[in-house]
């Protein structure tokens, strides 16, 4: 069974700061995705990264970038310079591709604040 | 550029009535998902559909049935609601297939169960 774990339940960090948030996953099947998603305070889940267990290099996207140490099974999320709004819950995930069309399992989530 | 659409947005209802939560998505994904969210327990998987015709049961099923009305759309019923139901629900949707096949979510239907 795939488990995503986020031991951080909360973190801050000071505006322009770099931050990691940090998820570990377990799965068996060698072929995997891994998805960030950002819900801000106003409810809805915000795509953010995806990393395939395949990819060669770290993925990033703008100010995001992720982590991916496939030997330790960690996909964390590094943000740089924070901003106010990235004051948010996060959320880890992950897909089995192996295993057929598995749905998106999610960890529990770290909230994010960003202080000025 | 609607997306998944989840209507109610907000709903209260009183232990044992019964309600239905609807879905659409526009995006001609085949998959669709059903998703509650509690105070620290992040995302759990209720009932999912991998295609039309199809369903299957997630990690907290009881007490909820689904409907595959037709490739766009997707319902969850709650048959007699009790306070364990109060949740944020999501809807989400993607294509079939590995690789990235983003998943999308609705806004969410915040119920409150009495």
């Known amino acids: 069974a795939q488990k995503i774990t986020q031991t951080q339940p909360g973190m801050f960090v000071q505006e322009k700061e770099a931050v990691t948030l940090d998820c570990t996953y377990d799965t068996s099947d060698p072929s995997y995705g891994l998805f960030w998603y950002k819900q801000p305070s106003s409810g809805e889940m915000i795509f953010l990264i995806y990393?395939?267990?395949?990819?060669?290099q770290n993925a990033t996207e703008g100010r995001y970038s992720l982590n991916f140490q496939k030997a330790r099974k960690s996909a964390n999320l590094v943000i740089s310079a924070s901003q106010l709004g990235d004051s948010a819950m996060y959320f880890c995930?992950?897909?089995?591709?192996?295993?057929?069309?598995?749905?998106?399992?999610f960890g529990k989530g770290t909230r994010l604040s960003v202080i000025a | 550029n609607a997306g998944v659409t989840q209507t109610p947005k907000f709903q209260v209802l009183k232990t044992g009535q019964s309600m239905t939560l609807q879905c659409a998505q526009d995006?001609?994904?085949?998959?669709m998902y059903w998703y509650r969210q509690d105070p620290g327990m992040g995302l759990r998987l209720i009932y999912y559909s991998a295609s039309e015709g199809t369903t299957d049961k997630g990690e907290v099923p009881n007490g909820y049935n689904v409907s595959r009305l037709n490739k766009r759309e997707f319902s969850l019923r709650l048959e007699s609601a009790a306070p364990s139901q109060t949740s944020v629900y999501f809807c989400a949707s993607r294509l079939h297939g590995p690789g990235k096949n983003i998943q999308y979510f609705g806004a969410g239907t915040r119920l409150s169960v009495l």
């Open positions: 995930a992950m897909r089995e591709v192996n295993s057929g069309n598995t749905p998106l399992v």
């Open positions: 995006m001609n994904h085949n998959s």
């Open positions: 990393q395939g267990s395949y990819d060669q």
